[in-house]
């Protein structure tokens, strides 16, 4: 990567806030963009209008916020999904969003992969014309790095990345330089976070957990997102994110200049 490197929050750090006060938390702790979850219970999702989009759109554009993700729930692995991503991708375009976030969600089946191959196949023309690319996490049924690369090794698109959660890929027993490998080629951007133990993944500040975070970083050099997910919404006895968020972006940023 080149340049600078960039720094986002993701909204299920601070659940059903809204978006004048996320906007306002990025400003205040110097965040250069947000990732938004897109569900029906948060403020911005595909469900919304044209007038709530571009009115969302503007919040972010007047104070020079990016929306760097809809982070959307279909999971393009399982057969049974049928959230449909095109809907994701309408809305990324309508956000000024480069990103749209999908979930393998596969049943542990032989078929998982192909399934999951023409349902990326089938949104990545649809996406390129809207200047979107649709990113498959490191999660759930394909949490590593390599598992996700052969998903999207077959798809072939530049519409088709990865978005790589390093968590997901050390549960998952895999090296952060093994994942790196992997998902080079394709990845859009990396989702940090941090957690006590395997056992444990409530969490907690960068830095204060066992996730090899610098060992993660070290590859991707100077340039590029950084996107910190603080699981709050499923961990309600976490500490709240924001008096959390000046701290966490001066650790990425002295990972990333180490």
């Known amino acids: 990567m080149n340049g600078r490197t960039r720094y986002a929050f993701s909204t299920l750090g601070v659940p059903g806030l809204p978006v004048a006060e996320v906007v306002r938390l990025a400003v205040a702790h110097g965040y250069d963009g947000v990732e938004l979850r897109a569900h029906p219970e948060e403020p911005v999702h595909p469900g919304i209008g044209a007038r709530q989009r571009a009115e969302v759109a503007a ?89 996700v690369a052969r998903i999207l090794d077959r798809v072939g ?54 996730l090899p975070l610098a060992d993660a970083l070290a590859p991707l050099g100077a340039g590029g997102w950084l996107c910190w997910e603080y699981e709050k919404r499923w961990y309600p006895e976490a500490a709240a994110l924001p008096g959390l968020l000046t701290a966490g972006r001066e650790r990425l940023a002295a990972l990333v200049r180490s």
């Open 59 to 147: 919040e972010f554009a007047a104070h020079g916020v990016g929306v760097l993700t809809v982070a959307g729930y279909a999971r393009v692995a399982d057969p049974g999904d049928t959230e449909p991503v095109e809907a994701l991708v309408d809305l990324a375009h309508d956000l000024g969003a480069p990103y749209v976030r999908v979930f393998p969600g596969g049943r542990g089946g032989p078929d998982d992969d192909g399934t999951a191959v023409r349902r990326l196949r089938s949104v990545c023309a649809f996406a390129a014309e809207r200047g979107v690319r649709v990113l498959l996490e490191t999660h759930d049924s394909h949490r590593t790095g390599a598992a």
């Open 157 to 210: 698109s530049p519409s088709a990345g990865a978005l790589w959660d390093v968590m997901h890929t050390w549960l998952g027993g895999e090296s952060p330089a093994d994942s790196y490998a992997a998902l080079a080629p394709h990845l859009g951007y990396v989702q940090v976070k941090d957690i006590a133990s395997a056992e444990d993944t409530a969490p907690l500040p960068l830095g204060t957990g066992v």
